[in-house]
């Protein structure tokens, strides 16, 4: 069976991991692992959100871009790729930029986790702000830009980041929401100086950051059992 080495692992709890329902808004470079390490994991209900074409520079760090399929939809490709590892896995997909006039086409179901890997920090606040008011678990993706040590990614509170503008940002915008300075976060401690227009990245950092979420996902919903 597709799934039996990591039922090995989990043993009967793979039942309740098939179960959960996940949204993942954003499927670039972060996002992209996080989605297919869950199909991987057996998850059968996901939601992915994202309305960019894949482009010739995803190449280089995001794994559902290939030369191939340059100029489709990434939530269109990703979907094959899920169902190609995963048949049974029930797949809905919002080709949208997630903003607060249609958040609330994402939520006409019930969702376990919130996984979100958004490009833009308006975004991130209106997600956040959302899933806390609907009670239900998120995780937030930080910047992967501009990073080379993977020893320096950590999860912790937003409350407790250092060293990433993004959180920085979030911290001050969602100072009037308690909870909302409560929720896990991927980060890098690592410093750099380079700057730019263009986020400088690379095929492992986000790839990095996305297991890490996977992983988060899986150990809470085995300590719930």
């Known amino acids: ?13 793979i039942s309740k991991i098939k179960a959960l329902k996940v949204l993942i808004i954003g499927v670039g470079g972060v996002g992209g ?3 297919e390490s869950l199909a991987r994991c057996g998850v059968e209900n996901i939601t992915i959100v994202d309305s960019d074409t894949v482009d010739i520079t995803n190449i280089n760090r995001q794994l559902i871009a290939f030369h191939s399929n340059l100029g489709q939809k990434k939530v269109d490709v990703l979907k094959r790729r899920i169902l190609d590892i995963n048949k049974d896995c029930l797949v809905d997909t919002f ?4 903003t607060e006039e249609n958040k609330d086409i994402i939520f006409n179901k019930e969702y376990d986790f919130i996984i979100d890997c958004c490009d833009t ?3 991130k606040e ?7 008011k609907r009670n239900i678990r998120i995780i937030s993706s930080m910047g992967a830009g501009f990073k080379l040590d993977p020893t320096k990614i950590k999860i912790e509170k937003l409350k407790n980041t250092s060293y990433d503008k993004i959180a920085k940002i979030l911290r001050y915008n ?14 890098s401690t690592e410093t750099t100086e ?3 227009k263009i986020i400088a990245s690379n095929s492992f950092i986000p790839a990095i950051f996305g297991l890490y979420i996977t992983s988060y996902i ?5 300590e719930d059992l």
């Open 33 to 35: 692992y996080v989605v």
């Open 194 to 196: 380079k700057k730019g």
């Open 95 to 98: 080709d949208i930029f997630y």
């Open 174 to 187: 969602l100072k009037d929401l308690k909870e909302g300075l409560e929720i896990p976060v991927v980060f």
């Open 218 to 222: 899986i150990n809470k919903t085995l």
């Open 121 to 123: 920090i308006k975004s």
């Open 1 to 13: 069976m597709e799934f039996s080495r990591f039922e090995l692992l989990v043993g009967d709890n």
């Open 126 to 132: 209106i997600l956040i702000r959302e899933a806390i």
